[in-house]
């Protein structure tokens, strides 16, 4: 089994920062991507931003030059930092994990931590 745990959300004011952190423990052998997708209400979920085992990441057009997603394989750990924040980046943010336990190949998404922007 699995597990990651979010953290960092909340509220903030437009053109503020929030720190984002994702944790996986569990049976863990690997873990190649990780992302952050995020849900407003109404929409479809969208991804965020990826990143590789080894580093590559790509956004959304929409987070460009104000979000960085990075990781720390050693502690299964991967982070979005949000700057610039704005009105429309409010959702419910969620990361997923492609996991390989050493007997299954599986993608794990954790639980979501809201972030709400203030105008």
């Known amino acids: 089994q699995v597990q990651l745990v979010e953290s960092g959300g909340g509220l903030v004011q437009a053109g503020g920062s929030l720190r984002l952190s994702c944790a996986a423990s569990g049976k863990i052998f690997r873990i190649n991507a990780m992302d952050w997708y995020r849900q407003a209400p109404g929409k479809q979920r969208e991804l965020v931003a990826a990143?590789?085992?080894?580093?590559?990441?790509d956004y959304a057009d929409s987070v460009k030059g104000r979000f960085t997603i990075s990781r720390d394989n050693a502690k299964n750990t991967v982070y979005l930092q949000m700057n610039s924040l704005k009105p429309e980046d409010t959702a419910v943010y969620y990361c997923r994990a492609e996991v390989d336990s050493g007997t299954n190949y599986l993608d794990y998404w954790g639980q979501g931590t809201q972030v709400t922007v203030s105008s």
């Open positions: 990143i590789t085992r080894g580093g590559s990441a």
